[in-house]
């Protein structure tokens, strides 16, 4: 407790630029997580509805697609992808890439990177959103399709909104999971908060204090926390304004995305 | 086609062990997430304000940290402050710990999901509060947690290939796979045979469950 608490062993964050240079590295874990979540989320969506689709063998190659995803760990995804990926695609990326992100971002690892998370993470939203659909009763689509709506009215406008509204703290929660995620491309040598952390608690660097490995994860630890802790108050508050709103049920869980999907498929 | 059995075949000894390393880790890792996740769930249920919230930053705390800052706090963070902790053990707790803070989660919502009817008539039936908890609440909780808990073991075989990624570098499935793949050069034959090992646990953990579910159902 001593150690912990020592002045001495958090002189670190106060001398020179070192906590800025932690948040710059939060901030690319942060840039990953978004770019991630938002082709995630909608790739997930296009999965589910190839799921559910009724074209006969295209909901089953795609239920294997998303199996396969989701069932193997995504450092294993990542290392194998900053290995395997052809050379062509990674300078694609570097030359694509947009000029506003930082320069940890332009590099064609963080093309293997994404592409994980978002290989990984799509196939576990989809089969969330697969799971809040078919948990809706089946009378609203037939209704739908009773008045006349074509199969894209009956989604757009019946199904989709009542469907994924129930989702929504799975989808957040799973969101979550991806956000801390994001420190996993370090092992892959991508420039963000662990390896950040890692320059501190080496050599002297700022200031010339060396930084203790202990502390410095700590206040790692803290800004995830933070974030995440903002994240899932967003989401109950999204779940409370929408019963209210709607008095739609919504399926309650708890930090266990997988679970819904288990538990809701059966 | 045969790249692919020579590379099972001749470094089956770094595959197997790996696969035997990752069982091992993650049986431990099992054992500590069940025992402190109960502990924080009954904390999450006590009676007083203060044990509750005591649970409630234990998961919160667990639950939003990535687990690879967990691995690299407990082994290097603490070897740096003095305490000689080994491979397994900051391994071990890492995981564990992390994964318990789900399982209290689980096992939380499990005792909620007991109707409260069954509380009141088994407390006017006269048991006391420890009977109802132990006769009543526990046995029923118990079994709707058990596919949840099967997901959160799946979730946790996955997880456990970050420990052999991570600075502890202990040589799991997915380490050792590495390395023969550093050793042939052959990519997709090593990352391809250590998908298959942890497709080969999730499997086993996805069976075992749906059996102890079935065994454990009442007939209504």
Do not use: C
């Amino acid at each position: 407790m001593g150690y912990l608490f020592d002045p001495d062993n958090w002189e670190w964050l106060i001398t020179g630029r070192n906590a800025r240079f932690v948040l710059e590295g939060f901030l690319v874990n942060l840039q990953i997580a978004l770019i991630a979540m938002f082709f995630s989320l909608v790739l997930g969506l296009g999965l589910a509805l190839l799921r559910l689709s009724r074209v006969r063998g295209v909901g089953a190659a795609t239920g294997l697609w998303t199996d396969l995803w989701r069932n193997l760990p995504l450092i294993l995804v990542i290392l194998y992808l900053a290995i395997a990926l052809p050379v062509t695609w990674r300078e694609a990326y570097e030359d694509h890439a947009p000029g506003f992100l930082p320069e940890a971002l332009q590099t064609g690892r963080v093309f293997a990177a994404l592409l994980a998370l978002v290989l990984y993470n799509s196939a576990v939203l989809a089969e969330i959103m697969r799971a809040g659909i078919q948990s809706l009763d089946r009378g609203q689509g037939e209704a739908a399709a009773a008045l006349g709506m074509s199969y894209a009215q009956r989604m757009r406008l019946v199904i989709l909104p009542q469907g994924l509204r129930r989702m929504v703290p799975a989808t957040i929660s799973q969101l979550i999971t991806l956000n801390k995620d994001t420190t996993l491309v370090s092992i892959i040598g991508i420039q963000e908060v662990m390896r950040h952390g890692r320059i501190l608690t080496g050599n002297n660097f700022f200031g010339g204090v060396q930084a203790p490995v202990l502390q410095v994860l700590i206040f790692v630890g803290i800004l995830f926390i933070v974030v995440n802790l903002l994240l899932s108050r967003l989401s109950r508050r999204l779940e409370i304004r929408e019963r209210e709103r709607t008095g739609t049920t919504i399926e309650p869980v708890s930090g266990l995305e997988d679970q819904v999907t288990t538990a809701t498929a059966r | 086609m045969s790249d692919l059995l020579n590379v099972l075949t001749e470094h089956s000894d770094e595959i197997g062990g790996g696969l035997w390393v990752t069982f091992r880790l993650v049986a431990a890792a099992f054992a500590i997430a069940l025992v402190v996740g109960t502990v924080v769930a009954a904390l999450r249920i006590a009676p007083s304000v203060w044990l509750r919230r005591l649970g409630g930053v234990y998961v919160e705390t667990f639950r939003n940290i990535p687990l690879l800052v967990l691995l690299t706090l407990s082994y290097a963070g603490l070897r740096r402050a003095g305490v000689e902790i080994g491979q397994w053990s900051a391994g071990i707790a890492s995981l564990g710990l992390y994964t318990a803070a789900y399982v209290a989660e689980v096992l939380r919502s499990g005792v909620f999901a007991v109707s409260k009817g069954q509380i009141e008539a088994s407390l006017s039936l006269g048991f006391s509060y420890r009977e109802t908890l132990r006769r009543i609440v526990l046995p029923q909780a118990f079994r709707t947690v058990i596919p949840p808990l099967g997901s959160i073991t799946i979730a946790m075989i996955k997880n456990s290939a970050i420990v052999g990624a991570s600075i502890i570098a202990l040589n799991d499935l997915l380490k050792n796979a590495r390395i023969v793949q550093a050793q042939t050069f052959k990519v997709e034959e090593s990352f391809l045979w250590a998908a298959v090992g942890y497709l080969l646990l999730t499997g086993a953990v996805t069976i075992a469950f749906r059996m102890l579910e079935r065994r454990l159902a009442i007939s209504r």
